[in-house]
């Protein structure tokens, strides 16, 4: 699976962008999808994660309430709807895939783990400013 991930820019504190990750290959609908992103200067930190079919989402609490991923499995795409954004959200965007497709239930820390994802996109940049 190779990811594209696009839909980064530059917005003001309170505006909304969303991000998009296009996946190549058959498998798609059978990975599970993340969102991670990384601040400068900072480690990766996990945005949110899709189950396969999309019915099921766990978050960050950092973005819950304003971040909303979906997916479409027809078009191979995953989203990353945000909005009320503030500087603390300016970093490098990643999505990533877990092949395994086995949904974590409740399980933040395995959902959020970078091991438990076997792809990842080359990052979008995402810059709020005030």
């Known amino acids: 699976v190779q990811l594209q991930a696009s839909g980064g820019g530059l917005v003001q504190t309170g505006g909304s962008l969303r991000l998009s990750c296009v996946a190549s290959?058959?498998?798609?609908?059978?990975?599970?999808m993340a969102w991670f992103r990384q601040a400068p200067g900072k480690g990766r930190e996990f945005v949110g994660v899709i189950s396969r079919s999309g019915s099921s989402l766990i978050y960050a609490d950092s973005v819950k309430g304003r971040f909303t991923i979906s997916r479409d499995n027809a078009k191979n795409t995953v989203y990353l709807q945000m909005n009320s954004l503030n500087y603390e959200d300016t970093a490098v965007y990643y999505c990533?895939?877990?092949?395994?497709?086995?949904?974590?239930?409740?399980?933040?820390?395995?959902?959020?783990?970078?091991?438990?994802?076997?792809?990842w996109g080359q990052g979008t940049q995402v810059t709020v400013s005030s």
């Open positions: 990533a895939a877990d092949q395994r497709g086995i949904w974590y239930g409740s399980n933040f820390y395995y959902a959020s783990k970078e091991g438990q994802y076997d792809y």
């Open positions: 290959g058959r498998t798609f609908s059978t990975c599970i």
